[in-house]
């Protein structure tokens, strides 16, 4: 996505104009236009002039980026270089402020003259109290001071009117000018009437004056810009503090000698050191030292991470006990900081799909305003009102009528759940998943390194008789420790934690692949493995094999250790589930949601896991294809958000809704994702879920104000219910209304920094009854293992087979894998598969 930042654009209805031009450029796929950030992201292969040409034909100015227009000048407005300092700058408040003080100045003086002389009667010099001519001419005078100071609406707003795409500035002008006009006239009549000495009709005329209303309407939209310029430059805190976060400089080695640069000067490979109370400058990898890094800002985790040598660090987090001697691994934009400010900053430059009922209404809100207030003049005249009158009511319409609201009331809410988010280690990808997230029905999370920790511990010492757990760890500890298993580097991680393990070495070692392992060890035989093959080694007692089955019942592997040809005991090892992962799941379904485990374990230990973690649903033995396969069939029972952290949970993560990455997990899992979890904890997920739900809540209070204020405050200000009530509005109270409303907004969407992610008490339950029956009718898995086919003939002939079977959705067969991933409607036997299969030739081995 190339992105752009947009000039000039004062509202909702000029963000759509500038997304209308910019979408028929030859070449743009898509356009995105945000009215918060005055940022354009554009995709496809279009030509950045073409682009910048299409924005500026439409009215408005446009630069990349780097800030370079197309004659390779530097952007309008001064456009920073770094993008993310020009996307967060704030140049309205400081411009704004200084308008509002010079406006407000003349304006006193006009509101003294204008209605403390004329309604209280405040002293003024005697040639102004008996020249009501003169008093005119001052009043003009100083209302003509409030519109140059404020010229960037009639400029703005008569650009837009003669591009045939009138805007907010557009409503203003027309406002202001039209009381100006008005009172001009009324001004030049004052005088005609003066001449012929009718000094009744004078004093009438100084009734028609509505200086004091053109000038008040610039001074109170003044107000409101400058109110909702603030608001807005709260919505990107969290970004702010992301960004501040970035280090300046780094101490490297170069040639030997500490040397400090500027963090753009070190570059991959590079050695830095980090003493403690330093920052970390960029991404890499210690190679000397022990310390504790607070990672709080980028994970949101607040106790500190531990790290050694071989340990990943990560920019801008802190080191703060030991000294640190490490290698540059990814700098610049490559680093973790960088790569979350462009997910939160792109996220900001997205539209959520609920925006696109608001820009639809934008688009053509302003014209119509303009056709109801020209309505209302002209029947206002015909029902024998005075053109005063009439006037004053088509001018309130202008200035109440609000398309700011409803081009803010999405994307101030989307950036500041973004910045939540972003805050509590949650980052959404794009506007789309912020929004989606919460709409979840089913959650399919993967076992290993999410609902597990993905690292094998001990988890049971069973010591035979006569045998204690340090012996038996002792023995276990003197094979294992030349083991490349994963469950190996268990047994010894552990032995090691104990530290009552001795340095032990270990002769005539062998590894007998699928059993176990022997060796000798100071004269003594030594064996370790599954059952099978320890049985051939020493006598099981029956009460230690049925122990050793409960363990595996569990989840567990039980593995034998013997000693002399005795059984010295059992070490059962096993992937843990972590410790927030049952409340994580609990927290899920009391929101309604169905939580699957989708994993390629064996059934009897995936289902054991999930009875621990309280899943719904447990499907085993499937490989990657399967697993994106599964989530295809889950689609067809509602939304769909999968939880993985591998290589092999890209294409689920691709197929699902919402794919959500747990953030210690692979490059490939996190590009595949539109959600990534920093903390790895699975208790983000519902975290994730609640944030999306109340940011989304949050849009719709908003969209509802901002078209509730529309539909009771034009009525009003037409004067509609002047005939039943009385009731009329001053269009200087029109002003600050149409000021008031866009600020509502942006509090309201500011009051999503109070919420609170992790509390669960108020997690409602969504579609109840739909949930219950599409648990039922949720589709099963079965994964044949099938031997004897060759190639893509025998895929096809398998697949037929099966697919013929009533009740069999689709079939996903693999002569490379030996596999066969079975999708079915309904109960359909595991003898039918077989059968049918087996009638072809083909050799069924398995089904799970």
Not at 514 to 522: A, K, P, V, Y
Request: with cysteine; charged share 20%; proline share 3%.
């Amino acid at each position: 996505m190339e992105q752009y930042t947009v000039t000039g654009m004062s509202c909702a209805a000029c963000s759509a104009r500038v997304e209308k031009a910019v979408a028929k450029v030859p070449g743009v796929t898509a356009c995105s236009v945000s009215l918060l950030t005055n940022s354009m992201g554009v995709e496809g292969s279009a030509d950045p002039a073409a682009v910048i040409a299409a924005v500026e034909v439409a009215g408005y100015g446009a630069a990349t980026k780097n800030g370079k227009q197309q004659d390779g000048k530097e952007g309008a407005n001064g456009i920073a270089k770094n993008k993310e300092e020009e996307l967060l700058k704030d140049r309205e408040t400081p411009a704004l402020k200084r308008r509002l003080i010079a406006s407000l100045g003349f304006l006193v003086v006009l509101m003294y003259f204008s209605m403390g002389h004329m309604m209280w009667g405040w002293p003024v010099p005697k040639i102004l109290a008996e020249n009501h001519v003169a008093m005119g001419l001052l009043q003009m005078l100083l209302t003509i001071a409030v519109m140059i100071v404020n010229q960037k609406f009639f400029v703005s707003g008569f650009k837009g009117l003669w591009h045939l795409a009138p805007n907010m500035d557009t409503l203003v002008a027309l406002g202001s000018g039209a009381s100006f006009v008005y009172s001009t006239y009324a001004l030049f009549a004052m005088t005609e009437a003066q001449l012929r000495g009718d000094m009744e009709q004078v004093m009438g005329y100084m009734h028609e004056f509505y200086f004091e209303s053109a000038a008040m309407i610039l001074a109170l939209i003044t107000v409101g810009k400058m109110l909702e310029a603030r608001s807005k430059g709260k919505t990107t805190d969290a970004l702010k503090g992301l960004m501040r976060l970035a280090p300046k400089h780094a101490v490297v080695l170069r040639n030997g000698t500490e040397e400090t640069v500027s963090i753009e000067q070190v570059k991959k490979g590079d050695v830095f050191l980090v003493r403690p109370g330093e920052n970390i400058p960029v991404d890499g990898i210690v190679l000397e030292g022990n310390s504790a890094v607070n990672e709080a800002a980028l994970t949101g985790e607040s106790i500190p991470a531990d790290k050694k040598e071989g340990d990943l660090v990560s920019a801008a987090t802190m080191n703060q006990s030991g000294f640190l001697k490490c290698e540059a691994t990814r700098v610049g934009e490559d680093t973790t900081l960088s790569q979350i400010i462009q997910m939160v900053s792109d996220a900001a430059a997205t539209k959520a799909p609920i925006a696109k009922v608001a820009d639809k209404v934008s688009g053509v809100f302003v014209p119509i305003v303009m056709a109801v207030a020209a309505i209302t003049v002209v029947v206002w005249l015909l029902a024998g009102q005075s053109v005063g009158f009439a006037l004053a009511r088509g001018i309130a319409v202008l200035v109440i009528s609000c398309p700011c609201a409803l081009g803010l009331a999405t994307p101030v809410a989307i950036m500041v759940g973004n910045g939540m988010g972003a805050k509590h280690g949650i980052l959404f990808k794009t506007a789309v998943s912020l929004e989606e997230t919460g709409k979840t029905e089913i959650v399919a999370l993967d076992k290993t390194g999410t609902i597990t920790s993905g690292k094998p511990e001990v988890t049971d010492l069973l010591p035979a008789d006569g045998v204690t757990e340090k012996e038996l760890l002792q023995i276990a500890y003197a094979l294992e420790q030349k083991s490349e298993h994963p469950l190996a580097h268990a047994i010894v991680q552990r032995a090691q934690e104990e530290g009552t393990v001795e340095t032990v070495s270990v002769k005539e070692f062998q590894a007998v692949p699928g059993n176990g392992l022997t060796g000798i060890w100071e004269g003594v035989p030594l064996a370790g493995g599954n059952l099978n093959f320890i049985r051939e080694q020493a006598d099981v007692p029956v009460q230690i094999k049925q122990t050793a089955e409960a363990f595996a019942e569990e989840g567990k592997t039980p593995l034998f250790f013997t000693k002399e040809g005795k059984l010295a005991g059992v070490v059962a090892v096993a992937d843990v589930i972590k410790e927030d992962s049952p409340q994580a799941i609990r927290e899920l379904q009391n929101m309604g949601i169905h939580v699957v485990m989708l994993t390629g374990d064996n059934e009897r230990t995936a289902k054991a896991i999930g009875k621990q973690a309280g899943v719904d649903e447990v499907i085993a033995g499937v490989l990657p294809e399967g697993k994106e396969s599964t989530i295809r069939a889950l689609k067809k029972n509602g939304k769909v958000a999968m939880v993985g952290d591998g290589i092999n949970d890209a294409p689920a993560l691709t197929r699902a809704d919402i794919g959500m990455a747990i953030g210690a997990g692979t490059d490939v899992a996190i590009d595949a994702a539109d959600v990534v979890l920093m903390k790895s904890r699975l208790s983000d997920v519902p975290a994730a879920i609640r944030l999306s739900r109340a940011t989304l809540r949050n849009i719709h209070e908003n969209l509802f104000w901002a078209f509730f204020y529309n539909v009771i405050g034009i009525p009003l200000a037409a004067g509609v219910w002047y005939p039943l009530f009385g009731w009329k509005l001053n269009p200087m109270f029109g002003a600050a209304a149409m000021s008031l409303s866009s600020f509502c907004v942006v509090m309201n969407a500011l009051r999503l920094n109070l919420f609170h992610l992790e509390d669960a008490r108020k997690d409602k339950k969504r579609n109840r009854h739909k949930r219950q029956r599409k648990e039922e009718e949720l589709t099963m898995q079965k994964t044949m293992k099938i031997e004897g086919m060759m190639c893509g003939h025998c895929e096809a002939t398998v697949k037929k087979t099966l697919e013929a079977i009533q009740g069999v959705e689709e079939a996903v067969v693999s002569h490379e894998t030996g596999t066969a991933v079975v999708t079915l409607s309904g109960d359909v036997s595991s003898d039918i598969l077989k059968e049918a299969v087996e009638a072809k030739d083909y050799q069924v081995l398995e089904i799970q």
